[in-house]
């Protein structure tokens, strides 16, 4: 078989229809659909759960169905039936032991159709990946000189059982299980996801890298992340997301909870690029996410998102500032186009003295899609001298898109500082026609135009993010003029 | 090179070029005066493509080919180049990632690689030290915070690095202090050659000292109404416009 290149990537990219609308077909095991007590425990004693586990995830389906949907966000969609989900889709026959050479052809196919052949990525970026297909990790690599340095990076389902220990006592307590509608849902049935923990004084030599597919028909994925940095530590997370093309939206509720320990660093950055319907508006998938760092002393937590994907998105990655002098960074491009709806931002929550939290938000909307930026500053009564700089720029196209910035402010601390700029601005037919006479065409024009919009942000993803970031958003706008 | 016959354009219902004829043979330099609203600008843009401009009647020949039918980007890749009156600011965007997309988009029109890096460097710094250009200028945001006078730079830079074989310049001495003024013309002067044209409008015969135009053209109410060598616009400049509205009322 002939090399997968940047040209063959390049030539795919150019097609209209979402590109990787494409279904492997792959033998899965699927529960039946519907969600009960019985699916919860079946699903624990799937992945071979010891106890502690298998009880956490009835107490928060307990609390779930006590739960309901929240519609405070500015999205508007037919809620999914919860009953007609199947909970627990795998790739069958997974052999723990087995390599690559090993992995079902198709499933290197479809990543190559991707763009993200384990391999190249493996040699070209010095990336170690927890690939989640489908709920289970099939590939994980670089263990060996991660296990080196005492990094633990496993599929969080091994981590319980191998690191029991830590899990129990990080799981949930950033997110507790009762903390939202979809957490709660995501606690009682996540699939999967990863687990990292880096040792006290260590710097992660490589990024650390995860993509998430949904693949298998009519199944939502519920993924899991827990990410610990102990003290003094420092890592860089790379997430990213692509999924086949489905006509019935499929559900996304991940949680991701992240631990800076004191004198800690994470960096954490997504693309996602989930489907988002056709340009009818039909199908996508659904993306509600709950996102929370806790920063001890000293420590920073820096989240960078590109979300180009996704019918309906929600979703909000925070920092809570606990420890004196943390910092807390959010870094965002949401881009929508046809009906997509995105209601996306953060919260910065400011408890110790002396810290600081910055966003950077920057919405490109187009089409008929709906862009709303969410984000509230909070100051607690002990935060002396807590600062925040926020900015919200948006970047319309068309006039039947829409803008909104929702910025909430609590300052409960007199000594605070915050600043809040926001700039709403249109492609004027005068750029497009001045990038026209100097022989760039329209939608290289736009590309352009919308890549100097969120250069601030780009600028922020780690290298090779960077260049896969710059042709999402260029695919994700392309035939939103003319 | 470019050869405009009886060229009507309108924009909404209104007629702004009422039937204009001009020639322009390679080697050539142009000027196209005339007082405010006589269609000068319009003219520019029609001949470069602009959209919101309706072509109602007559053609555009440009090296004999009917460029009618092209788009703004391809009538660029053929060879026009229009530096803007009010040249438009892109935020995030640098001069050099710019001029390197133009470059690279034009090439790509033409069936040609991306050039070599090294290459594009090579180019960048021999035209930026033509113009004299600050080399700190090309790294920042496209025209965004720019005087007027780095702003004109920029379009003749950008002109110097695409190699256009017909140049329009639009009130390229808008907002230029007379430094600014000598080394923009001195550019335009040196990238001139005997396989390329240049028209320049102007309000002013200033400009004309600097370019020195082979023929001038009055533009008056959508027409060409009186065409002459260099001499007619110093004549201008002395008696202004409104003799030749009378010559042409009369």
Redesign the interface.
């Known amino acids: 078989m002939s090399k997968y290149t940047e040209d063959d990537l390049r030539e795919e990219l150019k097609t209209k229809e979402y590109e990787y609308g494409f279904f492997t077909d792959i033998e899965s095991e699927t529960f039946p659909i519907g969600l009960n007590e019985e699916i919860v425990i079946a699903i624990s004693k799937k992945k071979e759960e010891p106890e502690w586990m298998t009880e956490w995830r009835l107490e928060a389906f307990k609390a779930w169905k006590e739960m309901t949907e929240p519609e405070w966000a500015n999205v508007h969609y037919k809620k999914p039936d919860f009953q007609s989900i199947a909970y627990y889709s795998a790739p069958v026959a997974i052999d723990p032991n087995k390599t690559l050479d090993d992995v079902d052809p198709d499933l290197l196919a479809m990543y190559k159709k991707l763009g993200i052949s384990v391999d190249e990525q493996k040699k070209m970026n010095n990336v170690a990946m927890d690939i989640v297909v489908d709920s289970v990790s099939v590939a994980t690599t670089f263990k060996k000189t991660l296990a080196e340095k005492g990094i633990i990076f496993m599929s969080i389902s091994e981590a319980i059982k191998e690191h029991p220990e830590l899990v129990k006592k990080y799981i949930g307590t950033i997110v507790p299980i009762k903390d939202n509608f979809y957490a709660a849902l995501n606690s009682a049935v996540f699939s999967d996801g990863s687990f990292c923990y880096i040792p006290k004084g260590v710097k992660c030599p490589m990024e650390l890298s995860t993509y998430f597919r949904i693949n298998q028909g009519g199944t939502g994925q519920f993924e899991r992340t827990l990410l610990v940095a102990d003290e003094g530590s420092y890592v860089s997370y790379l997430e990213g997301c692509t999924a086949p093309s489905r006509d019935e939206n499929q559900l996304h509720a991940a949680v991701v909870e992240l631990i800076a320990l004191d004198d800690a660093e994470i960096k954490y950055s997504t693309v996602q690029n989930w489907y988002p319907g056709n340009s009818e508006g039909k199908g996508g998938v659904y993306n509600f996410v709950t996102k929370r760092g806790l920063c001890e002393k000293n420590a920073k937590i820096s989240w960078t998102q590109v979300e180009t994907g996704s019918a309906v998105t929600w979703k909000y990655p925070s920092c809570i500032l606990k420890g004196d002098n943390s910092v807390g960074e959010f870094y965002s491009i949401a881009v929508t186009n046809n009906y997509q709806q995105a209601d996306t931002g953060t919260k910065m929550i400011h408890l110790g003295k002396n810290t600081k939290s910055t966003i950077i938000s920057k919405g490109v909307s187009a089409g008929k899609s709906q862009n709303s930026y969410r984000g509230l500053v909070q100051i607690g009564p002990r935060a002396d001298n807590a600062r925040n700089f926020s900015q919200c720029d948006s970047l319309l196209m068309g006039n039947d898109c829409g803008a909104h910035t929702f910025p909430y402010i609590e300052a409960k601390n007199k000594t605070a500082k915050i600043e809040h700029e926001a700039t709403t601005s249109k492609i004027g037919e005068d750029q497009i026609f001045y990038c026209n006479q100097r022989g760039i065409d329209t939608e290289k024009a736009i590309a352009l135009i919308v890549n100097g919009f969120s250069k601030e942000v780009l600028n922020k993803l780690p290298m090779e993010f960077a260049v896969e970031a710059r042709k999402l958003l260029e695919i994700s706008l392309e035939g939103s003029v003319g | 090179m470019l050869k405009i016959n009886n060229l009507h354009a309108s924009i909404g219902d209104k007629a702004i070029l009422k039937g204009i004829n001009l020639e322009v043979k390679a080697g050539e330099v142009h000027a196209i005066m005339g007082p405010n609203g006589s269609g000068k600008s319009t003219l520019a843009s029609v001949i470069?493509?602009?959209?919101?401009y309706e072509v109602t009647e007559g053609s555009i020949l440009l090296e004999n080919e009917d460029i009618e039918d092209l788009?703004?980007?391809e009538r660029?890749?053929n060879g026009?180049?229009?530096s803007?009156q009010y040249?438009?600011?892109?935020?995030?965007?640098s001069v050099t990632?710019?001029?390197k997309?133009?470059?690279n988009?034009?090439r790509k029109?033409k069936g040609l690689e991306d050039m070599p890096a090294k290459d594009m460097l090579k180019m960048i710094r021999e035209k930026s030290e033509l113009l004299e250009i600050d080399r700190k200028f090309l790294s920042r945001?496209?025209n965004e915070g720019f005087s007027g006078g780095e702003k004109k730079r920029n379009e003749i830079f950008?002109m110097a690095m695409?190699e256009p074989k017909l140049a329009i310049l639009d009130e390229t001495d808008s907002g230029l202090d007379i430094d600014a003024l000598r080394i923009v013309s001195n550019g335009v002067n040196k990238l001139k050659s005997k396989d390329n044209a240049v028209i320049v409008i102007t309000h002013y015969q200033r400009l004309l000292d600097y370019i020195v135009p082979d023929f001038v053209h009055v533009l008056l109410n959508g027409k060409i109404v009186k065409s002459g060598g260099k001499e007619l616009a110093h004549e201008l400049e002395e008696k202004g416009y409104d003799w030749i509205k009378e010559e042409v009322n009369a």
């Open positions: 470069a493509g602009k959209e919101d788009a703004a980007e660029a890749h026009v180049f229009l803007f040249p438009v600011e892109i935020p995030g965007v990632n710019f001029i997309t133009a470059i988009s034009t029109a945001s496209l950008q695409l």
